[in-house]
């Protein structure tokens, strides 16, 4: 079912192409303050909007079909144009003057396909061709020239910069001072690797990851089938029906694969994703943008069996990429270039770059989940990864993280402060454990309802995932000191070691500890390890000491303001 949001009346129901539609018609929904919200469906998991807010009505239509990652029409372009043609009587009926419209579909953050429609063609969509002056780019065009390694060699022609192309100072000066309009990218000061051609990120980018790590990948026949679809289409499409050719194209798309993967170092994925960029600010100098998660889904952009449907990038630090800086007046003068009567294209695509861990994987063989973090990343203002706005490497990532942590410690103190006296009622009613667990997690907020760890229940879930390490919060006592193997009298079968190597354990006693805890998969019962992250040596037996209320929302309190007002790393 869809529901239309595209004008007030009352619920009425049509068939069109033998599919009932229950159109719910309700005010336009204005969503990031310049698209319209026009049309959604739960069942089919999409959502519709169009540029202009409350004046998206014009004569060229600019539509986004938004699909979540539970829809079942992801990857598929034929659904898809079924679900935009679906709309067309409304066009007709709630925006009497467009003439034509122009739909991009967005899954996974990503622009998947681009569709076109016009009134006089009866408003039915099909896949976009761009005007002859201005081709696409294949998946094996090369990207254009990266203005952070270099100027081109010399009997290479100088690029043309586009409207809002960024220049680099590290590049060839041009002849004359650039226009005022010509935003400068800023550049961290550890570069991350150039970024590679589109045909080599996303999926592909997996692919070439898989085909480094296990040679048979290259071999695959539905690998080989995948490649082909995205990087051969043409010999692929003539091919289908004629096993011999066949043959000859899958064996061409296994080499093409390996000579791609000399085009990416081991361990590394590149995966782009859509996202919009909110209002300056001054203060930081620079344009936020928040990412949501910390988990990349790259589905699968072709018709095959036996790879994997999709996988996942699990990287904790991608919620740390906060924004892309510019200075004040560059900043005036890009969001100049990107107003068009009165509506802001808030749009840019973000290149990350991943360091994966090849055996840091779970789940199952059809969608994985790889542990990964971010190297780098580079921020576009175009889909064709042409107009570069800013990049950033390690050392300018690991900033914005300790900032990101800065202000989260700050408004965590004025939560605290703000609710200090009826957190202490509640913690005085609360349970041992649950006050344990919240002095020795003291970057926390207070947490009622986490209590001090099972060891049982926690070496089952690490065994349950191959040994995979599982976050825990202990009360132990130690049978000895030391920083490495320090065994435990209880619980049994546990030893720690302490994961600041500047760090020892005290005179055997109580302690409240938390960490990651691995268990070893092979031998009888053997000793799970603790890597200690966090340590408390309680003066009293089982750590009497540590359950007073006040003392633990005063703990909390300290710990917020010192990570408040801390220095964020250069």
């Known amino acids: 079912m869809i529901r239309s949001l595209l004008h007030e009346g009352t619920m009425r129901q049509r068939l069109t192409g033998g599919v009932a539609l229950a159109m719910m018609l309700a005010p336009v929904a204005a969503w990031a303050q ?9 069942a089919k998991h999409i959502e519709v909007y169009a540029a202009g807010g409350a004046q998206w009505c014009r004569k060229d239509l600019r539509l986004k079909m938004v699909l979540s990652s ?17 709309m067309r009587r409304e066009f007709e009926q709630t925006c009497p003057t467009a003439e034509r419209a122009d739909a991009s579909v967005s899954e996974e953050g990503r622009i998947t396909g681009q569709y076109h429609a016009e009134r006089s063609g009866g408003w039915v969509f099909a896949a976009a061709t761009p005007p002859a002056a201005t081709p696409p780019a ?20 100088a690029p043309q910069p586009a409207a809002d192309a960024a220049t680099s100072p590290q590049a060839t000066p041009p002849a004359t001072s650039p226009a005022p309009d010509q935003a400068q990218p800023a550049v961290a000061s550890a570069q991350p690797a150039p970024v590679p051609r589109v045909g080599d990120q996303g999926y592909w980018g997996y692919m070439l990851f898989a085909g480094k790590n296990d040679p048979t990948f290259l071999a695959n026949p539905e690998a080989q089938k995948c490649w082909a679809q995205g990087h051969m289409a043409p010999e692929w499409f003539r091919s289908r029906n004629d096993d011999f050719r066949l043959h000859e194209v899958l064996e ?7 000579a791609h993967s000399g085009n990416v170092a081991p361990g590394v ?19 936020p943008v928040h990412i949501n998660g910390n988990l990349l889904r790259l589905g699968r952009p072709c018709a095959a069996d036996g790879i994997p449907l999709a996988v996942a990038l699990h990287a904790q630090d991608m919620e740390s990429i906060t924004g892309f800086a510019m200075p004040p007046e560059e900043a005036r003068n890009f969001e100049r270039r990107r ?42 203002g175009d889909q064709r990864l042409e107009t570069l706005l800013y990049q950033a490497g390690p050392e300018q990532i690991a900033a914005q993280h300790a900032q990101a942590q800065r202000i989260a410690a700050a408004k965590r103190e004025k939560q605290l402060v703000a609710r200090r006296d009826s957190e202490i009622r509640e913690l005085g009613t609360a349970p041992v454990p649950v006050r344990l667990a919240n002095w020795i997690n003291d970057d926390r907020p207070v947490e009622l309802f986490h209590s001090l760890d099972n060891i049982r229940a926690s070496r089952f879930a690490s065994m349950q995932g191959d040994g995979k390490p599982v976050p825990v919060s202990l009360l132990v006592q130690t049978n000895g000191s030391g920083h490495k193997d320090v065994a435990t009298t209880w619980p049994g079968h546990l030893s ?26 092979q ?17 009293q037996p089982q750590c009497a000491d540590a359950t007073d209320p006040t003392e633990i929302e005063n703990r909390k309190i300290a710990n917020a303001t010192q990570a408040a007002t801390s220095t964020p790393a250069p």
Not at 354 to 372: I, L, Q
């Open 496 to 521: 720690l070691t302490m994961a600041d190597d500047k760090a020892d354990f005290g005179d055997a006693g109580w302690y409240l500890v938390s960490g990651m805890l691995t268990t070893p998969t």
């Open 70 to 86: 539970e829809s079942g029409d992801r990857g598929n372009p034929t659904a898809q144009v079924a679900l935009l043609d679906r």
């Open 523 to 539: 031998g009888d019962f053997p000793d799970a390890q603790l890597s200690v992250t966090r340590s408390y040596a309680c003066k």
């Open 138 to 157: 294949s998946l094996d065009a090369p990207t254009p020239p990266n203005p952070f390694v270099g100027p081109p060699p010399a009997d290479a022609p």
């Open 34 to 42: 310049e698209e319209a919200l026009i049309a959604r469906s739960s």
């Open 252 to 258: 061409k798309a296994g080499q093409d694969m390996q």
């Open 269 to 287: 994925i590149y995966a782009e994703l859509e996202t919009e960029f909110g209002h300056y600010d001054f203060q930081e100098n620079m344009f």
């Open 339 to 380: 107003e068009s009567f009165g509506w802001m294209n808030r749009r840019v695509w973000i290149v990350l770059e991943f360091d994966v861990d090849p055996k840091g994987v779970s789940g199952n063989e059809a969608e994985p989940t790889y542990s990964a973090t971010v190297h780098g990343y580079s921020v576009y």
